[in-house]
DNA sequence: CGACTGCCTTGATCAGGATCAAACGGAAGG
DNA sequence: CCTTCCGTTTGATCCTGATCAAGGCAGTCG
């Protein structure tokens, strides 16, 4: 195991373009300067393998533009997706060699990279950096058990709500719990990639969606333009408690 | 989402009887002398709560004795558990307030405590404890989200197989890959608790459970005591890749 | 233009696990 | 001793989502 993607809140980057630099915000500016020397970026094609399960691994990187995503396969083909990679999120894992699950690019990506050894070291002489990604792991942590409280106990109409309410909420400006007015945004899954994600078949994932697009919970035009008239009505789908309940 | 387990690796811990001092094995003495003297110890009986979701958890802790569970909770009822704390594991999050999921005794348990604030002031002038957090954490997301491919692609026969083998390797010596004989172990949950760590009914355990037996794949004696008589044919139930493959 | 391909939808049937219900067995307590 | 309670087993039935199969719709390439 050592593979793991975390998040660059993005108050922390201001206005700097590449959002890796966040990590080092708040420390001296010698060792940032080293780290802008040592980045290279790689871009990929939607579709296109970043590294494969089990394959040494010896750089970490922050995503640029586009979607990623790690999946888990079992021998006989069985797959789910156990971490979706947006922009600004991180990748790698520091002290460990192999990836332990698949890294593929979902639609173009682009990816800034930095060798994993100068990494480790910067990170040990910085010490801000190892608690801004403990921190950044920690909320990967919570997420993965949000996710696993959906894979374990919801219904595959609340699975596709769920799913939706992040996509949605994603979209409308990041930080709003509960966005107003309508949501248009596009789905940047494939319905086999969605039911990878919520541990469905793609079947399921298109008959749920057609259902709640037949009650009116979402509206559908050209399959992968979702548009939510009512924030609030989809979030009552989702089987969560009504209140985010994010507080410090 | 506050709450977090990491686990502190025994050689770390060297002869030390509390493991969490292992968290600054690696520093000079004087901030641990520092953290000696803010631990405190609470003891709970099985069954009793520790914190509930949502509340106010202004400390962080390690498990000394027993075992405790993180779960979720829907407001219909319905439960997942998230996280499973056994001895030397540690809970709590720095840098927030609030508990994200239920903390419970699952066993009569044994926890020392160092109220947070103080822990953080330590954390930030001690480098190497806020690494080896990160490496814990790390883990412990890496078991999430082995957990989710669990939960989402399982049967529930591969789930009771892949819970008794994690129980059962770690009881015959924590590192071994394919503990050699037979093993034998008391299960430390009741069917209910296994049910919702596997995303299942208490119903649908028990039946496995005397399908496993009754295939010779485990004998049960007493409801709770497990004898796996030969690893490797448990290891084929759960679906895994037959090598652990979790070199560095 | 037609054929092909990738993605999605729809229908029919099946089955794994949930649900509802009853009963067992051992421990604790009167 | 009997009763109660908790965890567990077992049975009967139901239902959600999986599976198998076919067809639709764009976009692309020959």
Chains 1, 2 share one sequence.
């Not at 201001?14 to 790689?42: F, N, S, T």
């Not at 789910?80 to 698949?102: E, I």
């Not at 769920?162 to 719990?177: M, P």
């Amino acid at each position: 195991m050592s593979l793991h993607t975390l998040k660059l809140a993005p108050q922390d980057c201001g206005d700097c373009p590449i959002r890796h630099r966040a990590v080092c915000a708040r420390c001296d500016g010698q060792e940032l300067a080293k780290l802008e020397e040592m980045k290279y970026y790689r871009s990929f094609e939607a579709g296109q393998n970043v590294v494969w399960s089990g394959d040494r691994m010896d750089f970490v990187a922050s995503v640029v533009s586009g979607i990623a995503s790690l999946t888990q396969t079992m021998e006989d083909g069985r797959r789910q997706m156990v971490g979706l990679l947006l922009p600004s999120d991180f990748v790698g894992r520091p002290g460990r060699t192999m990836a332990p699950y698949d890294v593929t690019a979902t639609t173009d990506l682009v990816m800034c990279c930095f060798r994993r050894k100068p990494f480790e070291e910067m990170m040990s002489v910085t010490p801000h950096v190892a608690q801004r990604l403990l921190e950044m792991t920690l909320d990967e942590l919570d997420a993965a058990r949000e996710w696993m409280l959906l894979l374990g106990r919801k219904t595959a109409r609340e699975k596709i709500a769920s799913l939706l309410s992040i996509l949605a909420r994603r979209d409308a400006g990041l930080k709003a719990r509960a966005p107003k007015g309508a949501i248009s945004f596009e789905l940047p899954l494939t319905r086999e990639e969605m039911a990878d994600y919520l541990g469905l078949t793609l079947e399921t994932v298109s008959r749920q969606m057609n259902a709640l697009k037949r009650d009116g919970v979402v509206e559908l035009e050209e399959k992968r333009r979702i548009v939510v008239p009512n924030f609030d009505r989809l979030a009552e789908e989702t089987g969560d408690d009504a209140d985010g309940g994010y507080l410090s």
